[in-house]
């Protein structure tokens, strides 16, 4: 996924955290290296080896809500089911949220997940995901107003930023650089304006990724003109929050002026098909973001609107969307590999250290066998395609971040899947009791 869209056969070769080399010139390093030298091979033949893939947005904390939140309406499922739930998370559940999500998300070759958590509990989430090895930015949830948010979720401006400059100093930068911090005010409607005027102050002083949720709903978008008087971009303009270290979820009901407005400021936008269409939301269409030249990638959103961590399954929609809106112009499968792999990490302001496959840049590596009935014949003759329309994610062999191997061939190396399920299980139905206890949930 490199800019000279460049498909070789040969080796690749990782020292540490980096990629050494590729094609021919492996051989003649590993010819110079030490008879004792401890190398690792593994075998990827009839595979396609690819930058790991970057997961745009996501809520970990919401993968112990999988099947508890089925409304088709966005602020209904918010303020019904989500809040009530995410308000009910201990350390404990919080811990088996995130690994459940992980423990999905890497055996589908994802190596970097951009993550907004709720507001409570993200030390948990950063424990967990320098244990686990996946590479992440990710942040709390700030949330100081709003119809329908739980008394108990809704936490002072000045707290909230306190809170997210702690989390900064303990995590930006651990796991040996994998990890960044983010600001993720959740959305116009639980967020007063001085908490903008703060959050866009905060970003411009430590250059920290503003992650939230734009233009997802039609109802959000009634709600948010009401309560602000305009839609959200332009507000987001007016505050001073729209930079190069924007990232908006969804984008769904976007017009051409408001592309614009992103596009003047550089921000980026992401992908969130499957829960787009599940939650009612609408379709987004990428290709009028890349013709104002956004930067884009792509995401699941979180278990309890998807119900699947699956970047296929994503990228599958993300085409079928895309060709039904431009049934004469669609964006090409490589262009929507592109959204998991250089352009999401573009969007994230990463591509000079992930999204692709070139010595330097970090081990960050998904191996996906393409010699099965849903590839063949020509899977490996047409990669992009092979990926798109055929592949899933139990085609995943191996995933490897920063030159670690998390996932290879049905094992996990970091986690276990037996003990998470049933982890994830137990700590469900007890967050699912205390949310009923509460009287909140409905």
């Known amino acids: 996924m490199d800019a000279a869209g460049t498909i070789q056969q040969g080796d690749l070769l990782v020292c540490d955290d980096r990629i050494l080399a590729i094609g021919a010139a492996v051989a003649p390093i590993l010819a110079k290296l030490p008879l004792d030298a401890r190398v690792t091979r593994f075998d990827a033949k009839g595979t396609l080896v690819l930058p790991g893939f970057i997961h745009g947005h996501i ?30 998370h201990t350390e404990a559940s919080m811990a088996a949220s995130v690994r459940l999500g992980l423990c999905e998300l890497v055996a589908g070759g994802v190596t970097c997940i951009n993550d907004m958590g709720t507001v409570r509990h993200t030390d948990v989430v950063g424990d967990t995901l320098l244990d686990t090895g996946v590479r992440a930015v990710f942040g709390p949830a700030l949330m100081d107003s709003g119809e329908g948010v739980p ?61 939230t949720h734009v233009a997802e709903a039609p109802t959000e978008g009634a709600e948010v003109k009401g309560a602000v008087g305009c839609h959200a971009t332009p507000y987001f303009e007016k505050h001073g929050v729209l930079s190069e270290r924007f990232v908006g979820a969804h984008g769904v009901w976007l017009d051409e002026e408001e592309m614009g407005m992103m596009a003047r400021a550089n921000a980026a936008l992401v992908h969130c098909p499957g829960s787009n269409m599940k939650l009612g939301s609408g379709w987004a269409d990428v290709a009028a973001w890349k013709r104002h030249g956004i930067r884009c990638g792509i995401g699941s959103d979180g278990a309890a609107c998807n119900n699947r961590l699956d970047t296929f399954a994503e ?96 094992d996990w190396k970091t986690m276990d899947p037996l003990k998470v399920v049933a982890d994830a299980r137990r700590q469900g139905l007890e967050l699912l009791e205390r949310a009923r206890a509460a009287g909140t949930l409905r």
Request: aromatic residues 6%; negative net charge; proline residues 6%.
């Open 59 to 88: 809520h970990l904390c919401q993968t112990l809500f999988r099947g508890l939140a089925e409304q088709s309406d966005l602020l209904l499922w918010l303020r019904e089911r989500i809040w009530p739930l995410e308000m009910a």
């Open 151 to 211: 008394p108990g979720m809704l936490r002072p401006a000045a707290v909230s930023l306190d809170d997210t400059l702690a989390i900064a100093k303990r995590y930006h930068g651990a796991g040996g650089g994998r990890l960044q911090v983010s600001l993720a005010p959740r959305f116009i409607l639980s967020c007063s304006e001085a908490l903008w005027h703060d959050v866009a102050a905060l970003s411009r002083e430590r250059g920290m990724l503003v992650h």
């Open 315 to 410: 990228m599958g929609l993300a085409a079928g969307i895309n060709r039904v809106m431009h049934r004469d112009s669609p964006l090409p499968p490589r262009d929507i590999v592109a959204l998991a792999t250089c352009d999401g990490a573009r969007a994230l302001g990463l591509f000079d250290r992930i999204g692709s496959l070139e010595p330097g840049k970090q081990a960050d590596i998904a191996v996906v066998d393409v010699a099965t009935p849903r590839c063949a014949p020509f899977g490996a003759d047409d990669p992009y395609t092979a990926l798109v329309n055929g592949a899933n994610s139990s085609d995943v062999v191996l995933t490897m971040a920063a030159g670690q191997v998390l996932y290879d061939w049905g």
